[in-house]
């Protein structure tokens, strides 16, 4: 994607020093564009924690990226008891989202080849690389699968905009490129079909107005931003034809794990008779799990990212401010899990399917 018309990544080697990783602070978003060194471990990690970089794709590639800087750092003689160190520290950083711990599996795969550690440290940046343009790879298809979807709604309204709604950010900033849930946005737009986004400030955090709104105006797609709560009246009011969301985690029947709140929508589109579709990658599924809501990890984060909210002032200085009062206590949850009977499709790199057992398995057989 581009920034002032300069195409970044979300993630890279710095050119100069391939020892040093880079990536997009958005923490600073979208008030300023901002790159960010992480030269060892412990600054994956952080990154992960406080949130430099999020969103699944990313996170995954961030973690694989941490893990070459481990294997960079790790000494000869103690270099694998420090990789399944840095493995377990990374996994620890963000409970919900699957892509996390398959790329630290898949690094940790490559890494316990036998070789010598000069070749296995050439292997884990050959191999974090990979991932990261797998992730643009599988993004670009899902994008090509869900363009689909949106043209046949335009084709339904002759002359009208296409409405879409969204939650949270599951754009190219939360994977290395090009994204899950706007992917097909950007197609459809880059197409010539007239598209709208809804874009929900998606509170605590407010991923939706500060990334999605941020980054949906860098490629010129129009969009309104709109409350958190605004979703269902817009749904009531015919002012919405297709919700489209990312996903943390999605198990084997198609139960979707997503930033809190994404229940709440899916809910109101199946009353309003509103597809509900879940863009991802198959990195995102969980294999192993058949039950979201009784085995999905969900993260509980600070609860001052509820008590208090960020933003510009009107002098140019961006200040955190308290919401409510100072004794007020607070919970924050981070995700909550949406049954796969509220799913129309899921869109995959493979193609679109239903959110079940049999049809997530007939496009991913080797995890049958």
Same mark, same amino acid.
């Given at each position: ?13 710095? #050119?100069?020093? #391939? ?7 958005? &923490?600073? &978003? ?35 990226? %941490? ?9 000869? @003689? ?19 989202? /699957? ?8 690094? &940790?795969?490559?890494? /316990?080849? %036998?070789?010598? #550690? ?27 699968? %869900? ?11 002759? =002359? ?23 992917? #097909? ?6 197409? $010539? ?8 400030? @998606? ?21 309104? &931003?709109?409350?958190?709560?605004? =979703? ?13 969301? =990312? ?44 039950? $979201? ?26 200040? /955190? ?16 899990? @949406?049954?796969?009977?509220?799913? @129309? ?24």
């Amino acid at each position: 994607m581009k920034v002032d018309g300069h195409a970044y990544r979300t993630i890279w080697l710095k #050119p100069e020093d #391939p020892r040093i990783v880079q990536v997009i602070d958005q &923490l600073k &978003l979208p008030h300023a564009f901002e790159v960010k060194n992480l030269v060892c471990l412990e600054d994956a990690r952080r990154a992960i924690s406080d949130m430099t970089v999020r969103g699944a794709g990313l996170i995954g590639a961030c973690a694989a990226y %941490g893990m070459y800087l481990a294997a960079l750092e790790a000494s000869d @003689t103690g270099f694998d008891a420090f990789l399944q160190q840095a493995g377990a520290i990374l996994k620890a950083t963000r409970p919900t989202a /699957s892509n996390l711990a398959w790329a630290v599996d898949r690094m &940790l795969g490559t890494l /316990s080849n %036998g070789a010598a #550690p000069a070749i296995r440290r050439i292997l884990a940046k050959e191999t974090a690389n990979a991932i990261a343009d797998e992730d643009i790879e599988h993004c670009r298809n899902i994008a090509a699968h %869900g363009q689909g979807l949106i043209a046949a709604i335009a084709q339904r309204k002759p =002359g009208q905009v296409v409405n879409i709604l969204t939650h949270c950010n599951a754009g190219w900033l939360a994977f290395v490129d090009i994204g899950s849930a706007t992917a #097909p946005i950007y197609a459809a737009h880059d197409a $010539g079909i007239a598209v709208h986004v809804w874009v929900d400030e @998606t509170r605590p955090r407010n991923q939706g107005a500060s990334l999605t709104a941020w980054e949906l105006g860098q490629h010129g797609v129009p969009h309104t &931003l709109i409350a958190d709560n605004a =979703g269902g009246h817009l749904m009531q009011h015919g002012l919405v034809d297709v919700v489209i969301t =990312g996903a943390d985690r999605v198990t084997r029947n198609g139960d979707v794990a997503n930033k809190i709140g994404t229940y709440l929508k899916a809910l109101a589109a199946r009353d309003n008779q509103i597809p509900f579709y879940v863009a991802l990658p198959s990195s995102t599924f969980d294999f192993s799990l058949r039950d $979201g809501i009784a085995q999905i990890p969900i993260e509980e984060r600070d609860p001052d990212e509820v008590r208090y909210i960020s933003g510009q002032t009107t002098h140019g200085l961006v200040e /955190s401010v308290r919401i409510c009062p100072t004794s007020t206590p607070a919970r924050n949850w981070g995700f909550d899990v @949406t049954p796969a009977r509220l799913v @129309t499709q899921l869109i995959c790199e493979r193609g679109l399917c239903n959110a079940n057992e049999a049809a997530i398995l007939s496009l991913f057989p080797e995890h049958c």
